[in-house]
Each structure stands twice: as C-alpha cells, then as structure tokens.
C-alpha cells in the first residue's frame, strides 16, 4: 500500500521522512495482512516511491493519503497527478509505500494517515467506525483461489484435507471463504495459513502449499513464474458477484473529514475527472501506472482489463441512488457472518458520498 502526501499549495515545513513506526508493523506481515507497512524503497523521483514525504503546516493540521502498488490502487492517482488535476484543485499529491488495507487504517486510527485507498477486505474496518468510505471507484474481479496442476486439485470440493495460505483481513480470505461455503466445506475441513503476498507467492512458486488466495500483480507472477499452463484458477472473487459486489474505494478519517470538507471535495472532485480520462485513455492509464510501479505492462492490461472501472457519470449515480449503500450492507452482513465485526450499523454512518456528489455537481453545472 501507498501513502499519499495531500498539501494545499502553500509554505512547506522540512522534508521529513515518516515511516510508519516499527510497532505496527507486526500488522503487515505473516497472520495479519498484505504485506509489511510503510515498506519504501528510496530513490529517485521517477521511481515514483522514492519521493520524500512532504508535509503541509496548516491552521488546520496535515493531510495525508494511501494507494497500493498495483493498478486498482493507484491508478486514479497517476492519472490525476500526470494530468495535473491535482494541481487544478490547489492540491499537491506524494506517495509514499503501504501494502495492505489493514495497516493502512491502522496508521490512520494513530494519526499517521489521513485518507487512503482500500479494497473491500478491509472494509470492515469501516463497519467498525474506524474510517468512512467517501469515493468508491469500481468493482474487483482481480482476486484469485489458485493451485497448480501437480497438486491434484481440480474443483473446490477437492481442496478438502488441503493446505491452503491466505492473508486475513484481506479480500483475498473473502474469495476464500466463499469458495469453501459454495464447496460445503467449512475451514476446520482445510489448513489454512496465514502469509503476506510475498510469502504465498513464494509457497506456491515452490509448491508449499497445494492452493493459495492472491490479487494482482502477485497473480501474474505465480503464473509468469509457474508458467501459464501450469496453473489452475479454482475460483474469483468475480464468481460471486451475484452474492455480493466487491468495490475498491477511497477512506478517510471521521477526525480528518469533519475538519476538512473543503479539501474533501477538491480531491473528490480530481478523481472524478482522473475516471473518465481514464475511460477516455486506457492504454495511456495502463503504461503510466506499469512505469510508476516499475511492472510489466501486459500484468497491468491484464488487471485493468479484470477490473470494472467507474467513469463520473457511473460514480455520481451508483453513490447517489442508493446502489452502491446496497453493496455495503450487503458486504456488512457478510462481515458478520465471518465474524470480523458484532453487528451491522446504519450505512450511512460509514458511507458518505456528500463530497463525491458536490464535486461532480460543481463539474456539471
């Protein structure tokens, strides 16, 4: 995961750098994550993660944000920053490296971050109050159960006895736990591992485990690694659509939202018009971001074309109508039924959409 530096133009204090602090990183790796927090790679400023971590003093304190390292994550970004639609709403955007969902709300609840991208496996963690979900951007397909011909495993209800890693709290254990309920399987029936990407590529790779559950880009590299005809797609999260919706979206703090609802509306507002340059430019969206994240441009078609991406108009209307507070509640249920959170509590308590809906207003007067 990614964090985003957001600055109303103004004077800068030092360059400081601000790596998320050693006792959360726990969070991130082996049974609780994506991988390891704030992991960044220093650099130059065309490897787009060795950019130093500016901070804006303002009245009102500092902005920050999140986005991954892969096409869901920071696609949105790249395309506003290239096109300086950022820099159209008096914002200045830096990123700086997260790997999961989890982590990233745990640097957020500790004040370290103030808005971010996530996918839907974290977002419990909005359920739980802890963030609210203000721009949702498209729905995933991209999460993968995978094996491996020699593995034997052929259908779901053949996983039965097996070993299978997968990182918690991520939507890659939500593919997971879907696959074993439409198998009639229960987890006590498999073993389960808990591992970062990184370490499940690696199991499977070398045939550790007989199945795993990952996204992209880690997908394209067990198969670039595997070799293509090697590996075996039991099930994706896209499987299941008629069940649920699984969106990728933007969070804030409730502490951050409240102060800055002006500054909510302007990054709203660049993200709207980086969708539908996106619609209008995707070949030119999927090399920026394979250059940004230093990737292998057809891994990255490949995910963009495995995502349904929202343009404007598809945003405004899905948050606007209700149908996208539909997709929460439904994936709230969800939660409860897995038991990562007590209870469902009012959409609207977690879901806000006011800024989204001010922003594309003002861009359609």
Sequence with gaps: MVLLTVML?????????REYQAEHRHEGTGDNGRGG?????????NDGWGRNDRVLETGDGKAQSCIHPNFGGNNLYITAEKNGFFEEEGLIVEPVKFTAGPQEIAAMVAGDVDIGYIGHGATFLAVQRQVNVFLTEFLGNGDELLTYKESGITSLEDLKGKTIATAPGTSGETVLKLALEKAGLSRDD????NMDAAGMVAAIVAKKVDACTLWPPQTS?????????NVVRLTTIGDFRDQFAFPGHWVVTPKYMDAHPDVMVRFSRAMLKAMDYR??????????VAEFIDAPLDGVVAEMNNIDLFDADYCYQVMTDGTAAKWYDALQNLYVQDGKVEKTVPVEEWFCPQFAKEAYESLHK
């Design 9 to 17: 133009c103004g004077i800068l204090t030092d360059v400081q750098e």
């Design 279 to 288: 619609k209008e430019h995707p070949e030119e969206t999927a090399e920026n």
């Design 37 to 45: 927090a704030a992991d960044r790679r220093r650099g130059g400023r």
């Design 221 to 229: 590299e067990v198969r670039k690694t595997m070799g293509e005809e």
């Design 190 to 193: 498999v073993r389960i591992v």
